[in-house]
Structures are given as structure tokens and as C-alpha cells.
């Protein structure tokens, strides 16, 4: 019961949330029904920390994109709530320090990212989603060659992936690299 909680959510977020650039940067019925689904896997096992990983990304998606006012701290304070869990259940598994690495950096804790985001590499350096978000913000930070070589790694390693063109259509563009930028994007929608 807790894994076909946790496979609906990850379907839920994969369709509805900031990574598809379909769902035009998250949606927020979408996102809802896929934090739901996350509880309902950790009502099944309390002790699924993949699933609080997975309910503590969507909660900082909401946070950055979708609320305002006092609902941001209370959407970031539930994510890293639920990040801080996931590590705790499973120290060594890369999706709980990339959900803390996401509440960092939504909390402008750019050190705590870093590590956080570093962590994560560590524990998993072929995750596409990982390494999307690592290229983006190493970018933003002006990390530029460490963030888009995380980006370039993602069409080594799924090529026909329209998210992963985007993702590198992002960095790009972080880069200020824009013709370069425009080009991803167009083989993203491709």
C-alpha cells in the first residue's frame, strides 16, 4: 500500500510539477494531489523516507512557486520538517539531502544548499532530477562550469529526454548564455 501511495504521487509530481515544462512550472491541484499521496504512503509505512523526500520537494515547489504571504514559510517550514525526517530514517539516500538542499535553497541558505546539493551527487551521480537542479543552482551561485556540466551530463545520460534539454535550456539561460539557451529549448520541445 505504501509503494502504490508513493508510485501515484511520483506520477503525480513527474505530470504536474516544476520539471515539466507542460504543466507550465507546476501546478498546483497537480501538486496537491501528489502530497497527498506521499502522506498516504507514510501513513502506510512511517517509516518511508523516500516518501517524506518526495512530500518534502513538492512542499518547497509550492512554497517557491504557487503561495504567498504566510503560506511560503508554512509550505517551507512542512518541507524541511519532512526533509530533516527523511535523513534521519535514511541517511544515505540522496533524495532525503536533495529535499534539504531544496528548503535551503529557498531559504537563500546558499552554504547549506551547496552541501546539501554536493551530498546528494555524492550518493547519486546519474540522478537526472538531481543533477537538473544541481546545474541550475551552481549556476545561479556562479558555480557556471561546475552547474552546466551537470546540466550537459543529463543528455549524455537520457539524450531523447525532452526535461533533461530543458533543464539545460535553464542552465543556459542562468548563464546568460542565451543562443546557446534558445537551442535546448527548442530541442526540448522537439
Do not use: M
Amino acid at each position: 500500500a505504501a509503494f502504490d501511495a508513493y508510485l501515484r504521487a511520483s506520477n503525480a509530481y513527474r505530470r504536474f510539477g516544476p520539471a515539466n515544462p507542460a504543466a507550465g512550472g507546476g501546478n498546483k491541484e497537480g501538486l496537491q494531489s501528489a502530497v497527498t499521496a506521499y502522506t498516504d504512503a507514510i501513513r502506510a509505512d512511517p517509516g518511508y523516507a523516500l516518501a517524506y523526500a518526495g512530500k518534502s520537494i513538492a512542499f518547497a515547489d509550492f512554497a517557491r512557486a504557487l503561495v504567498a504571504g504566510p503560506g511560503v514559510s508554512d509550505y517551507s517550514n512542512k518541507g524541511q520538517s519532512d526533509a530533516r525526517k527523511a535523513i534521519a530514517l535514511a541517511p544515505d539516500l540522496a533524495d532525503s539531502h536533495l529535499a534539504l538542499a531544496n528548503f535551503f535553497a529557498g531559504s537563500l541558505e546558499l552554504t547549506g544548499a551547496l552541501r546539501e546539493y554536493e551530498r546528494a551527487l555524492a550518493l547519486a551521480p546519474g540522478d537526472a532530477r538531481l543533477l537538473r537542479e544541481y546545474g541550475a543552482f551552481a549556476v545561479l551561485i556562479g558555480r557556471t562550469e561546475a552547474g552546466l556540466a551537470a546540466a550537459h551530463r543529463l543528455l549524455v545520460l537520457d539524450p531523447l529526454n525532452s526535461t533533461n534539454h530543458f533543464g539545460l535550456g535553464v542552465s543556459l539561460a542562468f548563464a546568460r548564455r542565451y543562443g546557446d539557451a534558445i537551442r535546448a529549448f527548442r530541442d526540448a520541445k522537439a
